[in-house]
């Protein structure tokens, strides 16, 4: 199965300044096919059930902010924020759906300092 | 819009069946391919099952294979797991999820004596 690794576990941050994730994938992402990248990104809240943030690589989701923005190819991948808001405040979970079984990274969790 | 609506938890001895039931609204839902996902309590995500849209097949987790079933009704546009020989250890909040797009809210499943 395809592992997915995230970095870092915890990511304290302070409002207005940029912030990144990083998240690793054991085999790239990308399907020879369709030449699609099946990577997605997820923000889970307090509370709340995960929300989505990115899919397929780079598609932002409706009513996603320009201020989310994902680098990186096959295997190597960083979510950015590039002014963090006090809304951003939860777990990222990245996702890979190249193949199955679909698996997740382990999250990080963004606080404000 | 879009609308998941997770229902069908409770609290179940182990070695019980239950069956998660998700009405979807706002899409074509013959069409989609739909999953379930869970979260053990304090934890991260963890994939259970995927059902393909137009008749493809289904696939799961080597945690839940040969104990879960999916299926699916699209004259109702409702997404369903079959539970049976529930383990403690499958105690978590399930959601029913468009993988790649919307989640639901998710139900709790908690598995005690």
Not at chain 1, 59 to 66: K, Q
């Amino acid at each position: 199965e395809i592992v997915l690794t995230q970095t870092p576990l915890s990511l304290p941050v302070t409002p207005g300044e940029p912030a990144s994730i990083s998240c690793r994938s054991s085999q790239s992402l990308m399907d020879s096919d369709d030449g699609y990248t099946y990577l997605d990104w997820y923000l889970q809240k307090p509370g709340q059930s995960p929300q989505l943030l990115i899919y397929t690589l780079s598609y932002r989701a409706s009513g996603v902010p320009d201020r989310f923005s994902v680098s990186g190819s096959g295997t190597d991948f960083t979510l950015k924020i590039s002014r963090v808001e006090a809304g951003d405040v939860g777990v990222y979970y990245c996702m890979q759906r190249r193949e199955f079984p679909i698996t997740f990274g382990g999250g990080t969790k963004v606080e404000i300092k | 819009d879009v609308q998941l609506s997770e229902s069908g938890g409770g609290l179940i001895q182990p070695g019980g069946s239950l069956r998660l039931s998700c009405a979807t609204s706002g899409f074509t839902f013959i069409s989609h391919a739909m999953s379930w996902v869970r979260q053990a309590p304090g934890k991260g995500l963890e994939w259970v099952s995927a059902i393909g849209g137009l008749g493809a097949g289904a696939h799961y987790a080597d945690s839940v294979k040969g104990r879960f079933t999916i299926s699916r009704d699209d004259s109702k546009s409702t997404l369903y797991l079959h539970m049976n020989s529930l383990r403690v250890d499958d105690t978590a909040v399930y959601y029913c999820a468009i993988l790649g797009g919307d989640w639901g809210p998710g139900t709790l499943v908690s598995v005690s004596s």
